[in-house]
């Protein structure tokens, strides 16, 4: 198994781009480490979408995946999935890319926590976030829907429940 180092801070100190999208990036990965739904809500843009494509319904079209827009369905996202999740490890084995433009910030990193429920949630993402005039306008969270499935206690293509994974 991969050993998992929390390391965003360090990484992203090595990461260049401008300072404007670097900052909101790091406090809206610090909220959401903290789950402080406050400080997470305070990084969005009015018009900002959350979408996860790779999501547990298995299907990828447009409308059949799990997206969020704007402000209240957002932060009613990380509320929810605040309440589901315990203790984590933050983000690990960080690679964090910058666009040319510098609007766009891509995080590839594994994930380590152990949820309200006793589970525990190892995950690799990639996310994908637009920054528009220092807030986020834009997110797309990409990760092992199987994993997420049986952490969240969700069912796979609405009707397979995960009860275990292999070690």
């Not at 018009?47 to 790779?54: A, T």
């Not at 999935?81 to 933050?90: H, I, K, L, R």
């Not at 910030?105 to 005039?133: I, P, Q």
Request: hydrophobic share 40%; proline share 5%.
């Amino acid at each position: 198994m991969t050993e998992l180092i929390p390391d965003f801070q360090a990484v992203l100190a090595r990461t260049a781009g401008p300072p404007e999208t670097l900052d909101v990036f790091r406090r809206w990965n610090e909220a959401v480490d903290a789950q402080d739904l406050k400080a997470v809500r305070a990084c969005m843009a009015d018009d900002i979408v959350l979408e996860i494509p790779f999501s547990e319904s298995g299907q990828v079209e447009e409308g059949k995946f799990r997206r969020y827009t704007g402000v209240e369905e957002v932060t009613g996202f990380w509320a929810t999935a605040f309440q589901a999740e315990g203790d984590s490890a933050g983000p690990c084995n960080c690679e964090i890319t910058v666009s040319a433009d510098g609007t766009t910030v891509f995080l590839e990193t594994f994930g380590k926590l152990t949820m309200a429920n006793g589970r525990d949630y190892r995950n690799r993402y990639v996310m994908k976030m637009v920054t528009r005039e220092g807030l986020v306008a834009h997110v797309r969270e990409y990760y092992n829907p199987i994993q997420s499935a049986y952490a969240f206690g969700r069912p796979i293509a609405g009707r397979l429940m995960v009860e275990s994974l292999p070690s």
